[in-house]
C-alpha cells in the first residue's frame, strides 16, 4: 500500500496510519504573537467551558490567539480605568498613602476588587 496519496476530487492529501489513511490536517498559522495575560486565560478557560463551539472555530480558523489578546487589552484597558476613576472619586490619593499606609492599601485593595468584578461580569464572562 501506498504510505501518501491525495484524492484527486478533494485535493486533500492523506497518510496512511496502521490501516486506515488519515488527512493531513494542518492549522493555519497565527497571524502574529501576542501576549496573552491573566484575563485572556480566563476567558479561553470561560469559552472552552461554556462556548465550545465558539472555542473550537476560534481554534481551527487560527483565530484563537489574537481573540484573547484582544481580550485581554481590553480589559487591562478598563480595569485600569476604573481603578484609577474610583480611587479618585473615593478620595484614596498618594497624600492618603503617605499619611496612613494600611489603610491607603486597604481601600486600594477594595477598589482592585470591585473593578475586577465587573470587568469579569462585562468582558471575561459575557
Same mark, same amino acid.
Given at each position: +500500500?501506498?504510505? #501518501?496519496? &491525495?484524492?484527486?476530487?478533494?485535493?486533500?492529501?492523506? &497518510? @496512511?496510519?496502521?490501516?486506515? !489513511? @488519515?488527512?493531513?490536517?494542518? %492549522?493555519?498559522?497565527?497571524?502574529?504573537?501576542?501576549?496573552?495575560?491573566?484575563?485572556?486565560?480566563? #476567558?479561553?478557560? !470561560?469559552? =472552552?467551558?461554556?462556548?465550545?463551539?465558539?472555542?473550537?472555530? %476560534?481554534? &481551527?480558523?487560527?483565530? %484563537?490567539?489574537? #481573540?484573547?489578546? *484582544?481580550?485581554?487589552?481590553? $480589559?487591562?484597558?478598563?480595569?485600569?480605568?476604573?481603578?484609577?476613576? +474610583?480611587?479618585?472619586?473615593?478620595?484614596? &490619593?498618594?497624600?492618603? =498613602? %503617605?499619611?496612613?499606609?494600611?489603610?491607603?492599601?486597604? /481601600?486600594?485593595?477594595?477598589?482592585?476588587? /470591585? $473593578?475586577?468584578?465587573?470587568?469579569? #461580569? *462585562?468582558?471575561?464572562?459575557?
Amino acid at each position: +500500500m501506498k504510505q #501518501h496519496y &491525495t484524492d484527486e476530487k478533494t485535493g486533500i492529501s492523506y &497518510t @496512511l496510519q496502521g490501516d486506515y !489513511y @488519515l488527512p493531513d490536517l494542518i %492549522l493555519p498559522a497565527e497571524e502574529e504573537e501576542r501576549h496573552i495575560g491573566v484575563w485572556g486565560q480566563r #476567558h479561553a478557560k !470561560y469559552l =472552552k467551558q461554556n462556548h465550545k463551539v465558539l472555542y473550537m472555530n %476560534l481554534f &481551527t480558523s487560527g483565530k %484563537l490567539s489574537s #481573540h484573547l489578546a *484582544d481580550v485581554d487589552e481590553q $480589559a487591562q484597558e478598563m480595569f485600569s480605568r476604573l481603578v484609577n476613576q +474610583m480611587a479618585e472619586r473615593e478620595g484614596v &490619593t498618594e497624600q492618603l =498613602k %503617605l499619611e496612613n499606609q494600611m489603610k491607603w492599601v486597604a /481601600r486600594m485593595n477594595n477598589i482592585q476588587s /470591585r $473593578a475586577a468584578e465587573i470587568v469579569n #461580569h *462585562d468582558i471575561i464572562y459575557n
